[in-house]
Each structure stands twice: as structure tokens, then as C-alpha cells.
Antibody
Framework: VHLVQSGAEVKKPGESLKLSCQGS????????IAWVRQMPGKGLEWMGI????????KYSPSFQGQVTISVDRSIRTAYLQWSSLKASDSAMYYC???????????????WGQGTLVTVSS | DIQMTQSPSSQSASVGDRVTITCQAS??????LNWYQQKPGKAPKLLIY???NLETGVPSRFSGSGSGTNFTFTISSLQPEDVATYYC?????????FGPGTKVHLK
């Protein structure tokens, strides 16, 4: 199982951004994929999660309305996007696949390498 | 939302020492508790799932126990490569939540 994330980004406030996470080595459609934020020097925060089979997405209340999680099953890729970035969005973002097929009650078993986002004017 | 607390926030120990970290959930999460290790500049790594199950390939010096609201993570004999931050995480219900982390470093 591999999750490969897109490269580091440097953006200005107000710009849009879409991060990607491509899965391989497993049945992509049947495992939930989550996004986790880590601000500089801080802990891990769950942002949301998506089930590729039917694109069912669920969000943390802290991130609901701030980001959009989507998936393209044809290229085995999950996305995290912003329509208008803020400086406070500067962080490392990880995608992670849950351990159990079809189940939300499961650990983050596999992780991407992370994408560093810097938002600065 | 289920709040997760960890203690201590930081721990200093010598090679060979036993290290214990506790994690408390704000409500009953049965055994839906996982532990992760994160080394500087790296992605987190799953060590323990469902409170006490060792992930494949993880050294047996790592262990977990507990149920309900109180959980414990133990390194039986600290090794230099165990210097990291350790997080607990509940997967009982959404939103999924992590503890604030415990930083383990060598004396």
C-alpha cells in the first residue's frame, strides 16, 4: 500500500489550492481516506474523510465549510481543496488510509508523506 | 465531540527505561483507541490499534492496554530510535480526535 501526495506549495492569501493523494497497492474504492492537518510545532488534527466508492465525505466541525474533500476513482486519487486560502492554513497536510475496508471504526494504518503548504503575502 | 487528553506532555528517560503514557477519553470509547509514533519531519506511524493490538512489524517493546475511558501506552525498554512524539486517537465516533501528544526524549 502506498499513498503519494503532491508536492509542497507556496501560495498567497485568497488563492485557491488543491492537494492530491494517490493510492496504490490496494482496492482503492473500499477504504476510507482521511486528511489530517499539522500546524508548525503542533499536534495532529483530523479534517475530514471520504469513501471513494460513493464519494461520501464527512468533515470535522472545525473544517466544515472551509475545505472540500473529493475523489477521482479513475486515477485513484483523493483531493483536499481550498477556494480562498488564509495565512493560518499554513501547515503540513497528510492523507491517511483507514485499516479496515468499508469501516470508519478503524485506525489510520497507512499515511502519505505529507504536503507542506505555506500561505504568505 | 470526544476530547482526548494525554499525560505527561513530555517525558525524559534513559535508554533501557520503562516509559508509560496515559490517555483519557471524555466518554466511553470501548477499545477504539489507537497509538501513533511521529518522528521529527516524518509522517505518523501506527503502533497500536484497538487499544492493545500491536501493528505488524512493530517491536514488541511497545504495548497498549485499557478500555472505556482510560488507556496506557508502554515502551518496556526505551531505545534511542524511540525518541518521538506519541499520539493517542479515538475512532469510536466522528469527529475522529487525537490526543495532544507526548514528547519522549533521552536524558
Amino acid at each position: 500500500v502506498h499513498l503519494v501526495q503532491s508536492g509542497a506549495e507556496v501560495k498567497k492569501p485568497g488563492e485557491s489550492l488543491k492537494l492530491s493523494c494517490q493510492g496504490s497497492g490496494y482496492s482503492f474504492n473500499t477504504y476510507w481516506i482521511a486528511w489530517v492537518r499539522q500546524m508548525p510545532g503542533k499536534g495532529l488534527e483530523w479534517m475530514g474523510i471520504i469513501y471513494p466508492f460513493d464519494s461520501d465525505a464527512k468533515y470535522s466541525p472545525s473544517f466544515q465549510g472551509q475545505v472540500t474533500i473529493s475523489v477521482d476513482r479513475s486515477i485513484r486519487t483523493a483531493y483536499l481543496q481550498w477556494s480562498s486560502l488564509k495565512a493560518s492554513d499554513s501547515a503540513m497536510y497528510y492523507c491517511a488510509r483507514l485499516a479496515a475496508a468499508g469501516s470508519l471504526v478503524s485506525s489510520f494504518q497507512h499515511w502519505g508523506q505529507g504536503t507542506l503548504v505555506t500561505v504568505s503575502s | 465531540d470526544i476530547q482526548m487528553t494525554q499525560s505527561p506532555s513530555s517525558q525524559s528517560a534513559s535508554v533501557g527505561d520503562r516509559v508509560t503514557i496515559t490517555c483519557q477519553a471524555s466518554q466511553d470509547i470501548t477499545n477504539y483507541l489507537n497509538w501513533y509514533q511521529q518522528k521529527p519531519g516524518k509522517a505518523p506511524k501506527l503502533l497500536i490499534y484497538d487499544a492493545s493490538n500491536l501493528e505488524t512489524g512493530v517491536p514488541s517493546r511497545f504495548s497498549g492496554s485499557g478500555s472505556g475511558t482510560n488507556f496506557t501506552f508502554t515502551i518496556s525498554s526505551l531505545q534511542p530510535e524511540d525518541v518521538a512524539t506519541y499520539y493517542c486517537q479515538q475512532c469510536n465516533s466522528l469527529p475522529l480526535t487525537f490526543g495532544p501528544g507526548t514528547k519522549v526524549h533521552l536524558k
